[in-house]
Structure formats: C-alpha cells, structure tokens
C-alpha cells in the first residue's frame, strides 16, 4: 500500500475487476392457506443464440415444458450465422417438447393507434405468419402481443378499436392470445432485483398462472434455476402450455379467472401435486361444489 489517494478512475477500475454480485438465493413463500398453484414458464423476444441454449438446458434439467415466442424478425434479419443458430434453436425446442408461438414481427405496440397504423399492423402480423407458417407448427398456435398491446383492455377508443382489430386478424390465421399473469420483470434492471418474492408473491395473488420471462437477458438464465427451485420450494407445480390452452385462448374475451380456478373448478382447489392428478381430484362433482372443504375460500 503506498498510502496514496485513489482517483476516481482507480475506483471505477477496481469497482469492474468485483462486478456487483447479480445472483439471486432460493427463497420461498408459503400461500395463505397453505396453498399451492400451476404455474407455466412462458419466454419472449428470443431466440437468442447464446441465451436461449442455457434456458433449454436448464428446463430439460428440471423437466419442465414452457412456451417460446419468438420474434420472427429475428429469423429474417442478422448475420446469417445467427439466423442458421436461431432456426437451430427452434428445432431444439420441438423435439423437447415446448410450445413455440409468435411474438409478431417486429415488436411494436399493436394496439397503439398513436404509433401504428392499422396498415402497418397488418402487413407486421402478415410477415410473422410468413415466417411462423415456414417452422411447420401444428395450428392453431399461441401469439404474444408484444407489451400485451393488442389484448388489455383499452381505455382510448382507437386504440380498443386497433385491439379488436388485432385480435381479430391473429385469430382469423390461426392464432389464440396468450396473456402472463405474473410478470418477472426480468426486463428491468431495477425491478428484476425484487425476486425471487415478487414472483411468489404474484403466484399467490393470482392462483397460479403464466409467467413471464424473456430469453435474451443473461440475467434471466443466470437466475432461471433459482427461479424454479423458489417455485417449487413454495410447493408450486408447473405445467405445460397444452395443460392450459382453453385458459390462455378465453382469457382475453371472458372474465378473468385465475388459472387454478380455471383448472379446478368455480372455486379454485388446493395443488398438493402433480396437476393431473390434483386437476382430477378438484374436478369431481364433490370438490367442484361443497365437498371440498381442503380447498373452497
Ligand atoms: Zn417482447
């Protein structure tokens, strides 16, 4: 040590030789009631040539089946390399059974009548399902609006207008809306600092549900396994997208209902394990009226 003051340039130095420690410890929540909820993993944005891989291994891992949505400009534009590496990705992604859906072409806010035409939301949904039809998926297929833009209830007018008009065209190619319920915000830099409770938190919130990731952030694989143990740990169940594909498709037309209510009758049930044998158990003519005092509010 020679005693010497450090500059602001030194301190800058040494701060990036100790990057700021971004992993996160497996947490858990326990739901009032000792509830537990389907949960199902959705990933937006991506392919990414260098995400998406890790987020393949780390599912393939833990045995879970999630829904990718892709952006299908991404399978048109770049370096050639990528493109070939993307293509590769979604083939992986069939053959370990996930579901792959459209996160449209590029990602505009389609039902924002300030920036978009109903022209050029038309000919961007046209060239996502160009470029969807050329992945040979079985229709009909599930499609994210990007920002949820195109299903959320608008309280401009033009801009409801714009959203039915592009519920409309998604469905009349073969599409259905896919929605999240609980929002990781693995986008945000600040926010993503809040999980994994904010996650849980939203699991009990909202019953279970679809949760959102995006796999293009480095943040979002680094701290996928400690997501899922979290998940888990709280006595929570994932379940793939077939599982819960009416639910997905009615939510944007009907009232919301969480997914475990959807899956378990009118007043929701208790997940103690696998869905199929917890969704037949909620299912029977006892449990979905009064017979089920373990799981009736
Ligand atoms: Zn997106």
Redesign the pocket.
Known sequence: MSGKAQSADDIIAELAKSPVDDSMKVDKKICSGGKSYPVHLSF??GPSPTITPRVLDILKKANIKATF?I?TESLVKGKPKDINARKELIERMKREGHTIGS?SYA?IEHANSTTTSQQSMMENLKKSFVEMDKLNLPKPLPF?F??GSGWNVESVPANQKMANFAMNAIKGAGYYPFHWDIDTKD?SKIKRKALPVSALEQICSSKGGVMLM?DVHKWTADNLPVLIESVRQSGHTFVSEPEIRDYSENRASKPLVSLADHLGGPQGCVYVGHLDRAGSKCNTGNNRNTGNTEGVQ
């Open positions: 937006d944005d949505f952006s996160h990602h994210r990007p920002y986008w995006h």
